[in-house]
């Protein structure tokens, strides 16, 4: 087991073109700071991690310290300071996933690459996790690889599927695009496109079975009219559902700058 990648992080800096996508991303919002977020992924995807270098550089161009940087980029799970192996290997042992499988496929795991929670193989390609529930509960027990689904995991079917990431072979996701790799899936999860977001199936059948149910009871969701307990009866369904948005937006904005707010409210390592 070792807690670092063959090649450092370091070796990649963050040049002129990086540079610019930060800044592009920065010009996306109106308020430049709403950026912070996918500008750490980017800086993940070309270096493998949050390093002091990047927290420095989204601190500049954001005009924020450099610990409004580091209190959000140690608050989120998401976000890495140690070097990351070439693939994320989720796996989740939240209730649900852990009494249908999740715990023992953890073990099993870590057994068989020779690693504990947040730690990468010796040879650089696996960085084992576990993971909370990721909202497949539907699919329990679940593992994410670079945040793509597989479903229904035994220990076994697991172990072949690290084995085959390992192997450099062509790894699908039942319920998405085709394995990259996790620095690749950053730099889609920083907002840039890399054209597989159509790619594979898009629901499970788990998923399709509560659709099903209901196409064939004739149920429906109400309407926003219908929906009297919303206090929106005067308005229109534009109105309302735009009313919704905007709510939507601005409790994410705050959700966003909670963690830079809080003065001290995590450690930077
Ligand atoms: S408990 Fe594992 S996806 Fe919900």
Redesign the pocket.
């Given at each position: 087991m070792v807690t670092q990648t063959p090649t450092d992080p370091a070796d990649t800096p963050i040049g002129p073109t990086t540079l610019a996508e930060l800044k592009e991303l920065a010009g996306r919002y109106p308020q430049a700071r709403s950026a912070l977020l996918p500008m750490l992924h980017l800086v993940q995807s070309v270096q493998g991690r949050v390093t002091t270098e990047g927290i420095e550089t989204c601190a500049r161009i954001l005009d924020l310290t450099e610990a409004e940087v580091s209190a959000v980029a140690t608050f989120y799970t998401m976000y890495k300071r140690r070097p990351m192996g070439t693939h994320h290997v989720g796996v989740?042992?939240?209730?649900?996933?852990?009494v249908m499988g999740?715990d023992e496929i953890f073990e099993r795991l870590c057994g068989h690459l020779d690693v504990g929670n947040d730690e990468t193989t010796a040879d650089g390609a696996i960085t084992l996790e576990r993971v909370?529930?990721?909202?497949?509960?539907d699919?329990?027990?679940?593992v994410m690889v670079n945040w793509e689904f597989f479903d229904q995991q035994t220990p076994e079917s697991a172990i072949d599927l690290v084995e085959r990431l390992r192997a450099g072979e062509r790894v699908a996701s039942p319920r998405g695009a085709q394995i990259t790799s996790w620095r690749e899936a950053e730099r889609v999860l920083a907002g840039f496109e890399d054209g597989r977001v159509d790619e594979g199936p898009a629901a499970g059948e788990a998923s399709l079975a509560g659709l099903r149910i209901a196409q064939e009871r004739g149920w429906q969701a109400p309407s926003l009219e219908e929906d009297s307990g919303t206090g929106r009866g005067g308005e229109t369904k534009q109105e309302a559902a735009a009313e919704a948005d905007t709510q939507r937006a601005e409790s994410e904005t705050v959700a966003e700058q909670s963690p830079a707010d809080v003065e001290g409210g995590a450690d930077d390592d």
């Open positions: 989740c042992t939240n209730t649900l996933c852990a999740g909370e529930c990721n909202a497949a509960c699919f329990a027990p679940v």
